[in-house]
């Protein structure tokens, strides 16, 4: 088995690294801070072709594969978590599924300004009263003359206060249960579609997190994606290649906070000796880049699957990747902390703002109990 990323991967993984380092971690304390949205960053990156990585150059995109996205998201979130999951959710949560279940309108229609950051794209299925369980969501459409009327909320949505383009999901037939969701695509400027509430969050806080509010929205009928009752299979799809983008952000959040661990280490000193010196935290640092490893091995090769279609689905693969990635996250930035002692408990160093970015990863695209269902699930079939 070869591990080594091509001649191309290793490329991409050159300039996404240079480009942190030189553009994002300059401002990355700073819209931790003020919550301020990225889009000078984010506009640099898309002339870099870092918003269509997975998209076919016929619309714009780059058309690597997905083991180069999951390099691309780790480097970027390696120096700022919130730039990371912004061009993630643009890649794979809005991209990704109007490429794999788009007509051909839709995709020349929406693509060229995803890629472009003309238009940044957004994904709308969680909701007040229901986060893992999709099944469970509230927000209905109904088809009317050449119009579906949407009504519903979404909450906690990445990129929804900045984004042009969304995909979102709401039941078209409540009777068929979640064989009754259907998937839209709606432009930000549609009747009957405003923001809501701007969260604040303990982490990734410059995401432009937010609530999407539907009245009566009239979202025209060309803009179902898929057909009608396709939308649960589209859902659990994109959710799939989207695990492994999140797990390579475990991998760069994790990375990065090793990095500033080591660093610390040989620079600080105790009992008249630097801090390095000791074995409890050499135990400390090895335990971290051995977990880091194994991480981006498992998030890799869930890379590899899709990219390879082996096998044809390859939801145990993303679930193990994305489970163990976020968990593994926590307690490297965890152990990153501890090694600074009570300087780590302060916002003067990155390893304070890494630890709270973690947390989110066992949170969102699914919590880390909803991946250990879909494992077993798969291990049971």
């Not at 969680?126 to 119009?147: F, I, Q, R, Y």
């Not at 995401?207 to 009566?216: G, Q, S, Y």
């Not at 009608?228 to 991998?251: H, P, Y």
């Amino acid at each position: 088995m070869n591990f080594d990323l091509t001649n191309d991967q290793k490329m991409l993984q050159r300039e996404v690294r240079s480009f942190a380092e030189t553009e994002l971690a300059p401002v990355a304390p700073q819209i931790d801070v003020s919550g301020e949205f990225p889009w000078d960053n984010i506009k640099k990156m898309a002339k870099l072709g870092l918003l269509g990585i997975i998209v076919p150059e016929k619309y714009g995109g780059s058309e690597f594969d997905f083991v180069s996205l999951a390099v691309a998201i780790e480097e970027i979130s390696r120096i700022c978590a919130s730039t990371g999951v912004i061009v993630a959710v643009n890649n794979s949560l809005v991209s990704y599924p109007i490429l794999q279940f788009g007509t051909e309108e839709q995709k020349e229609k929406y693509l060229p300004p995803l890629c472009s950051a003309d238009k940044l794209g957004a994904m709308g299925i969680t909701e007040p009263n229901a986060g893992s369980d999709v099944a469970a969501m509230e927000s209905t459409a109904k088809l009317e003359a050449n119009h579906y009327i949407l009504n519903g909320t979404k909450r906690f949505i990445t990129n929804g206060g900045e984004a042009g383009i969304f995909v979102v999901f709401a039941y078209t037939d409540k009777d068929l249960k979640y064989k009754g969701i259907s998937a839209f695509i709606i432009e930000r400027d549609t009747p009957g579609f405003t923001l809501g509430k701007h969260e604040e969050l303990m982490g990734i806080r410059a995401t432009a997190n937010c609530e999407l509010i539907f009245e009566d929205a009239k979202i025209p009928k060309e803009n179902l994606l898929g057909k009608e009752g396709d939308g649960f299979k589209i859902c659990m799809n994109t959710l799939d290649v989207s695990r492994i983008d999140i797990g390579a952000q475990a991998v760069g959040i994790s990375q990065g906070a090793l990095e500033e661990a080591i660093k610390y280490s040989k620079e600080r000193k105790a009992f008249g000796q630097l801090i390095s010196n000791f074995e409890m935290i050499q135990g400390m640092l090895a335990e971290m880049a051995t977990q880091i490893h194994a991480a981006r091995l498992l998030v890799y090769y869930a890379g590899y699957c899709k990219d390879k279609g082996i096998p044809p689905r390859f939801s145990k693969e993303a679930a193990m990747a994305k489970y163990f990635a976020a968990n593994m996250a926590v307690d490297v930035t965890r152990k990153a902390v501890q090694i600074y002692g009570g300087y780590g408990y302060t916002k003067d160093y990155a390893v304070e703002r890494l630890y709270r970015d973690a947390k989110i990863l066992e949170l969102y695209e699914g919590t880390s109990e909803i991946h250990k269902i879909v494992i077993a699930r798969e291990l049971l079939r």
